[in-house]
């Protein structure tokens, strides 16, 4: 009798479990990071390898992006001609559903997060933090596609909510 009970909830349980998995099958599933869907993809204008140019045209680096974590990761290594150097780590952020790049170099680092704007732009706001002094100030990050396919990246800094943004640096990326 008892081996029969326990047969009867478990055939009642893999009916339950089974019509649950059904109707949660029959709705459409979110898109998670590694799919080629947005927000996972709105930042995939910049993957590849570029050469970066001041706004008065005088190339002073490169910069590469790519895709790792099966596409869940944007990943960039920044170096100057004179030995400078950076990387960031680009994602959607779980927990707030915004795009967030941490980035480090050997004289900052900085956290920030946003997503596109109504023109198509990366915009992230967040925090820059000096590696030699531990001072802090707020940063904007734009990346904006422009139509020859270059793309135009531009920092702001601001000491506090008061104060006006300030340009930090503004050049562009060409297609290596």
């Given at each position: 009798m008892m081996q029969s009970f326990k047969s009867a909830c478990l055939l009642i349980g893999m009916g339950l479990f089974g019509y649950a998995g059904t109707a949660s099958a029959q709705q459409a599933a979110p898109p998670v990071c590694g799919q080629d869907v947005a927000p996972y993809s709105d930042f995939d204008f910049v993957i590849g390898e570029w050469d970066f140019f001041t706004a008065d045209g005088q190339q002073i680096g490169t910069q590469t992006y790519t895709r790792r974590e099966a596409g869940c990761l944007v990943v960039e290594d920044w170096s100057t001609f004179d030995g400078g150097t950076g990387t960031g780590m680009t994602f959607v952020d779980p927990a707030t559903g915004h795009w967030r790049q941490v980035w480090m170099s050997p004289r900052f680092h900085i956290d920030y997060s946003g997503g596109l704007d109504a023109t198509g732009a990366m915009v992230l706001e967040g925090r820059l933090h000096s590696n030699a002094d531990g001072s802090e100030m707020q940063v904007?990050?734009?990346?904006?596609?422009?139509?020859?396919g270059s793309v135009r990246q531009e920092f702001w800094v601001r000491p506090d909510d008061t104060s006006d943004w300030a340009p930090l640096f503004v050049g562009y990326t060409r297609r290596r």
């Open positions: 904007r990050g734009v990346w904006a596609p422009q139509e020859d």
